[in-house]
């Protein structure tokens, strides 16, 4: 019985396969860059009316707060009037807390929004942060010996830094003076900066009476408060720690807040 082997010319069908492929790779890559166009026509859509609006919020903070500075002025003035008239009362020292508690609210109110304003022009230079620190915590060291608080300070020497040194200051008062408020009775502060291989750790840990374990990063948003109580006896609006972080954004660094033995807190700063 013969074989017989038959062989076929498959170039026309191989061609045209080729072609196909080709035709449906060119038009999944048509398809996937309309789909992304729109997207992303749509989504600019979306999201055009949020930005606008957050430009108006800030925009609204930074006009209400110099409108609001002006009366306050002007109250803080009157007060000062009626002392000199009639004698220091109660009622005068109350409305002059309040007045200053009203424009330190202004005053970091309007240092966020411009912070959210000019955070990609911010001046930064060359400067020790082992000495700023050091001038900083010293500052704060007599307010905690006046509150019966201890504040260890443990600072490398020699670390230089880039950025900007007025708020490098800020944000290192800002932590420091939150941890002398809210520290329990007779408490500890403990400030460390160190080297980190390129980057620079700062931490600050002060002692509390009970905090749960784990991480607080909620603290840095703005407006909240843990506790009402103690933040209106301290003068607190939940502002503060949010302006250090803001301030930490600027220079690209990260912070968080944790506890991990209910009795203590700790921000923690790579810068």
Same mark, same amino acid.
């Given at each position: 019985?013969?074989?017989?082997?038959?062989?076929?010319?498959?170039?026309?069908? $191989?061609?045209?396969?080729?072609?196909? %492929?080709?035709?449906?790779?060119?038009?999944?890559?048509?398809?996937?860059?309309?789909?992304?166009?729109?997207?992303?026509?749509?989504?600019?859509?979306?999201?055009?009316?949020?930005?606008?609006?957050?430009?108006?919020?800030?925009?609204?903070?930074?006009?209400?707060?110099?409108?609001?500075?002006?009366?306050?002025?002007?109250?803080?003035?009157?007060?000062? $009037?009626?002392?000199?008239?009639?004698?220091?009362?109660?009622?005068?020292?109350?409305?002059?807390?309040?007045?200053?508690?009203?424009?330190? $609210?202004?005053?970091?109110?309007?240092? %966020?929004?411009?912070?959210?304003?000019?955070?990609?022009?911010?001046?930064?230079?060359?400067?020790?942060?082992?000495?700023?620190?050091?001038?900083?915590?010293?500052?704060?060291?007599?307010?905690?010996?006046?509150?019966?608080?201890?504040?260890?300070?443990?600072?490398?020497?020699?670390?230089?830094?880039?950025?900007?040194?007025?708020?490098?200051?800020?944000?290192?008062?800002?932590?420091?003076?939150?941890?002398?408020?809210?520290?329990?009775?007779?408490?500890?502060?403990?400030?460390? %900066?160190?080297?980190?291989?390129?980057?620079?750790?700062?931490?600050?840990?002060?002692?509390?009476?009970?905090?749960?374990?784990?991480?607080?990063?909620?603290?840095?948003?703005?407006?909240?408060?843990?506790?009402?109580?103690?933040?209106?006896?301290?003068?607190?609006?939940?502002?503060? $720690?949010? %302006?250090?972080?803001?301030?930490?954004?600027?220079?690209?660094?990260?912070?968080?807040?944790?506890?991990?033995?209910?009795?203590?807190?700790?921000?923690?700063?790579?810068?």
């Amino acid at each position: 019985m013969e074989t017989i082997i038959v062989f076929l010319d498959s170039t026309r069908d $191989l061609d045209t396969l080729k072609i196909f %492929l080709i035709v449906s790779v060119f038009i999944i890559i048509i398809a996937m860059l309309a789909v992304f166009i729109t997207v992303c026509f749509f989504s600019k859509i979306a999201v055009k009316p949020m930005e606008e609006s957050y430009r108006k919020q800030k925009r609204f903070i930074t006009d209400a707060s110099h409108e609001i500075k002006t009366p306050l002025a002007i109250i803080d003035a009157n007060t000062d $009037l009626i002392e000199i008239e009639y004698g220091e009362s109660e009622w005068t020292k109350s409305n002059k807390n309040q007045v200053q508690r009203l424009t330190n $609210l202004t005053n970091s109110l309007v240092s %966020l929004s411009r912070m959210d304003e000019e955070s990609n022009n911010t001046i930064m230079t060359d400067f020790s942060l082992s000495k700023v620190i050091a001038e900083e915590s010293e500052s704060y060291a007599a307010l905690a010996n006046t509150r019966k608080k201890t504040l260890n300070i443990n600072i490398e020497k020699n670390i230089s830094y880039y950025g900007n040194e007025q708020y490098i200051r800020q944000m290192i008062g800002i932590f420091l003076d939150n941890a002398i408020k809210y520290s329990n009775e007779k408490g500890t502060i403990t400030l460390n %900066l160190k080297k980190q291989g390129k980057k620079k750790s700062l931490s600050i840990k002060n002692t509390l009476d009970y905090i749960e374990v784990g991480n607080h990063d909620i603290l840095f948003e703005r407006f909240y408060r843990a506790d009402n109580s103690r933040n209106s006896e301290s003068g607190g609006y939940g502002i503060g $720690l949010s %302006l250090a972080k803001s301030i930490i954004n600027i220079h690209k660094g990260t912070v968080i807040a944790l506890s991990r033995d209910k009795n203590s807190i700790e921000f923690k700063i790579i810068l």
